[in-house]
């Protein structure tokens, strides 16, 4: 048996579908890979895989993040079920990369759907910016890869917390911020615009400039027609190429039940 691909929209996100062994035994992951860099995000409706085949199939894409000897993460708002994270986890709800301030952000993440909410909230939601960024006419393309931005905690933060003390914002100002260029020219040759919620401006701009600038792009990547919004099924897998994309959460409630084992893939490339 092949792989088999179907396009769930023209220029973002593609459904797999193979047999259960054949994930598990990483015969496609190459091909696997090299899509995910291309379309921003793949799935695979109800494979049901357990915590040790989620395993399985995300050690054939890559090596994983782990904390603690873990590697399956629970993602929920539920402070009961998740204490501590769901304060942070709120900031997922905004179009945003995982790890921009990392020299080498993740490749990507694992989703995989464990419990939903009746309401069928929570859709999670992928932006292409390696699509959007190839729709662009040559010369704009050529303006940008000469900015370089600044991502802060700040930036990442004060959207969430409009009200935020000045605790808060001092400690947010306690991490480094890092400059990335605004286009990312990957291994492979394809460049990515990095934008999202942690980039605060462009260095050498007028501040209000830059940020109005960052405003547009991440308004051209989230149109429709780059987004790829999945409506969770129990037992769905999805997983998110980092590199190329922006994603978020759709909204849902802290107490909805919602429940996500997450896996992440540890970056490759820095970002340059
Ligand atoms: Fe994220």
């Given at each position: 048996?092949t792989?088999?691909?179907i396009?769930?929209?023209?220029?973002?996100?593609?459904?797999?579908?193979?047999?259960?062994?054949?994930?598990l035994n990483?015969?496609?992951?190459?091909?696997?890979?090299?899509?995910?860099?291309?379309r921003?995000?793949?799935?695979?409706r109800?494979?049901?895989?357990?915590?040790d085949?989620?395993l399985?199939?995300?050690?054939t894409?890559?090596?994983?993040?782990?904390?603690h000897d873990?590697?399956?993460?629970k993602?929920s708002?539920?402070?009961?079920?998740?204490p501590?994270?769901?304060e942070?986890?709120?900031?997922?709800?905004?179009?945003?990369?995982d790890g921009?301030?990392?020299e080498?952000?993740?490749?990507?993440?694992?989703l995989?759907?464990?419990?939903?909410?009746?309401?069928?909230?929570?859709?999670?939601?992928?932006?292409?910016?390696?699509?959007?960024?190839?729709?662009?006419?040559?010369?704009?393309?050529?303006?940008l890869?000469?900015l370089?931005?600044v991502?802060t905690?700040a930036?990442?933060q004060?959207?969430?917390?409009?009200?935020a003390?000045?605790?808060q914002?001092?400690?947010?100002?306690?991490y480094?911020?890092?400059?990335h260029?605004l286009?990312?020219?990957?291994?492979?040759?394809?460049k990515?615009?990095v934008?999202?919620?942690s980039?605060d401006?462009?260095?050498?701009?007028d501040l209000?400039?830059?940020?109005a600038?960052?405003?547009?792009l991440?308004?051209?990547?989230?149109?429709?027609?780059?987004v790829?919004?999945h409506?969770?099924?129990?037992?769905?897998?999805l997983?998110?190429?980092?590199?190329?994309?922006?994603?978020?959460?759709?909204?849902y409630?802290?107490?909805?039940?919602?429940?996500?084992?997450?896996?992440?893939?540890?970056g490759?490339?820095s970002?340059a």
């Amino acid at each position: 048996m092949t792989l088999k691909t179907i396009d769930l929209k023209p220029k973002v996100g593609t459904e797999l579908q193979a047999s259960r062994e054949d994930f598990l035994n990483g015969k496609y992951a190459a091909e696997i890979r090299d899509l995910l860099e291309e379309r921003g995000v793949v799935i695979i409706r109800q494979v049901n895989f357990d915590d040790d085949e989620q395993l399985q199939f995300a050690r054939t894409l890559g090596d994983l993040v782990t904390f603690h000897d873990q590697a399956i993460f629970k993602i929920s708002l539920d402070p009961e079920t998740n204490p501590g994270a769901a304060e942070y986890l709120k900031g997922s709800l905004l179009w945003h990369i995982d790890g921009a301030m990392d020299e080498v952000p993740s490749r990507g993440s694992i989703l995989t759907a464990r419990q939903l909410p009746e309401t069928r909230e929570g859709n999670t939601e992928v932006a292409n910016s390696f699509a959007a960024f190839q729709d662009m006419p040559a010369e704009e393309q050529a303006e940008l890869e000469k900015l370089r931005v600044v991502h802060t905690m700040a930036a990442s933060q004060r959207r969430t917390y409009p009200d935020a003390t000045e605790e808060q914002k001092k400690d947010w100002d306690k991490y480094e911020p890092k400059v990335h260029p605004l286009v990312w020219t990957h291994n492979s040759g394809r460049k990515s615009l990095v934008t999202g919620v942690s980039a605060d401006y462009i260095e050498g701009m007028d501040l209000e400039e830059g940020r109005a600038l960052l405003q547009r792009l991440d308004d051209f990547i989230t149109q429709d027609e780059y987004v790829y919004s999945h409506e969770w099924t129990v037992g769905d897998l999805l997983i998110w190429d980092n590199t190329v994309s922006l994603h978020r959460a759709a909204p849902y409630s802290p107490t909805s039940g919602r429940l996500m084992h997450r896996t992440t893939l540890v970056g490759e490339e820095s970002l340059a």
